[in-house]
């Protein structure tokens, strides 16, 4: 009610009062103007629109708030949810570089190992060429050896066949069987 008075009050103090003539007849357009604003607010105010008004907008001001909450909370998750993962990102980070030392490592040790493979290998394979050197040596010795036992004999054939008469031949051989014969019995 008290808006109300208020409304009046200040048609009252309204420019229409500061013209001349009467102000009360259906022949002043301000005066039907005023009647009609009043039966207007006075629809409005009898079928409670400020109250709706004011119960939508509080309604709107509830969802706002609702969805600021959400929201809030959505934030909090969405921090909760990246902290989690760059936790994760570390520790996935700690892992790679523990795999990647530990590759460096088994690679060095392969390097070493490989490297003392190459050592041995050539270590064997330097025995092995000086056993065929070896080898090449004593079947060298052996054909020289052969060789000149085959001309020792030739020569000392020829020598004994220039120098030897039959008797002397006759006689060592009769020799020859003699001592075979005493060897065998």
């Given at each position: 009610?008290t808006?109300?008075?208020?409304?009046?009050?200040s048609?009252?103090a309204?420019p229409?009062f500061?013209a001349?003539?009467?102000?009360?007849?259906l022949y002043?357009?301000?005066?039907?103007?005023?009647?009609?604003?009043?039966?207007?607010?006075?629809?409005?105010?009898?079928?409670g629109?400020?109250?709706?008004l004011?119960?939508?907008?509080?309604?709107?001001a509830d969802t706002?708030?609702?969805?600021?909450?959400?929201a809030?909370?959505?934030r909090d998750?969405?921090?909760?949810?990246?902290?989690s993962?760059e936790?994760?990102?570390?520790?996935v980070q700690?892992?790679?570089d523990?795999?990647i030392?530990?590759a460096?490592?088994e690679?060095?040790?392969?390097?070493?190992?490989?490297k003392?493979?190459?050592?041995?290998?050539?270590?064997?394979?330097?025995?092995a060429?000086?056993?065929?050197?070896?080898s090449?040596e004593?079947?060298a010795?052996?054909?020289?050896?052969?060789?000149?036992?085959v001309i020792?004999i030739?020569a000392?054939?020829?020598?004994?066949s220039?120098?030897m008469?039959?008797?002397?031949?006759?006689?060592?051989i009769?020799?020859?069987i003699l001592?075979?014969d005493k060897?065998?019995?």
């Amino acid at each position: 009610m008290t808006r109300l008075s208020v409304f009046l009050l200040s048609l009252i103090a309204s420019p229409a009062f500061a013209a001349g003539g009467s102000f009360f007849t259906l022949y002043n357009t301000n005066f039907v103007v005023s009647i009609a604003f009043i039966c207007f607010v006075a629809v409005i105010l009898y079928l409670g629109v400020p109250k709706m008004l004011a119960n939508m907008l509080d309604a709107r001001a509830d969802t706002i708030k609702a969805e600021l909450n959400e929201a809030k909370s959505l934030r909090d998750e969405a921090k909760a949810l990246l902290a989690s993962y760059e936790k994760k990102q570390k520790d996935v980070q700690v892992q790679a570089d523990r795999i990647i030392n530990a590759a460096k490592t088994e690679a060095a040790a392969a390097a070493d190992q490989a490297k003392a493979d190459i050592v041995s290998s050539v270590a064997r394979r330097i025995a092995a060429a000086e056993e065929q050197i070896r080898s090449a040596e004593a079947s060298a010795v052996k054909e020289v050896r052969d060789q000149a036992i085959v001309i020792a004999i030739g020569a000392a054939r020829d020598i004994i066949s220039n120098q030897m008469t039959i008797a002397d031949g006759d006689a060592l051989i009769d020799d020859a069987i003699l001592q075979v014969d005493k060897k065998f019995h």
